[in-house]
């Protein structure tokens, strides 16, 4: 007699960055007013979207996240005025660099919101961990960065020093 045991579900890992303003108070306000959601977030906070770093968004998935997320202020009411804007802007560049190397945009999200609103950072939070449970595990988890490098490569327009091997 053979037994089936039960498959284990797919439990996403997502980082999700925010600024220090609207993001943080979002997230803070949340668990200050015991709103429920997934405990899977790893935060990273930032001063301002503003200061989104493509390479930080993409390094996320390289260290093994399996979806990640920008919380910003709302658009037009930003405390640096256009910070969010310029890191949707990149946001937006690195979503495009997913698609090429074939890890897909769909893991990568920007969402607005002001620092009161706690019930929408739980529902950015739950939206992100479905969309990524149906996505399925990053494919970039378990392998070496040697690997990655190998495998990416020839996908890969290379924008910064080369460092010599050695």
Do not use: W
């Not at 039960?6 to 960055?17: G, H, M, N, Q, Y």
């Not at 989104?52 to 996240?65: H, K, M, N, P, S």
């Not at 070496?144 to 010599?164: A, H, Q, T, V, Y």
């Amino acid at each position: 007699m053979t037994t089936h045991q039960p498959r284990k579900s797919f439990e996403p890992e997502l980082t999700a960055f925010y600024c220090i303003y609207c993001g943080y108070m979002a997230a803070d306000t949340a668990g200050a007013l015991g709103v429920q959601y997934p405990a899977n977030v790893k935060f990273v906070r930032m001063p301002c979207t503003g200061k989104t770093d493509i390479r930080y968004l993409l390094e996320a998935f390289e260290q093994g996240a399996d979806g990640v997320f920008v919380v910003a202020c709302p658009i037009g009411n930003c405390h640096h005025v256009r910070g969010n804007e310029r890191g949707l802007a990149r946001l937006q560049r690195a979503q495009k660099i997913l698609d090429e190397i074939g890890l897909g945009s769909d893991r990568l999200e920007m969402f607005f919101m002001s620092g009161s609103q706690a019930h929408t950072f739980a529902s950015a939070v739950d939206k992100m961990t479905d969309r990524i449970r149906k996505l399925g595990p990053n494919p970039l988890k378990g392998e070496s960065p040697s690997d990655i490098k190998n495998e990416f490569e020839d996908k890969l327009e290379f924008r910064g020093r080369r460092l010599s091997p050695g």
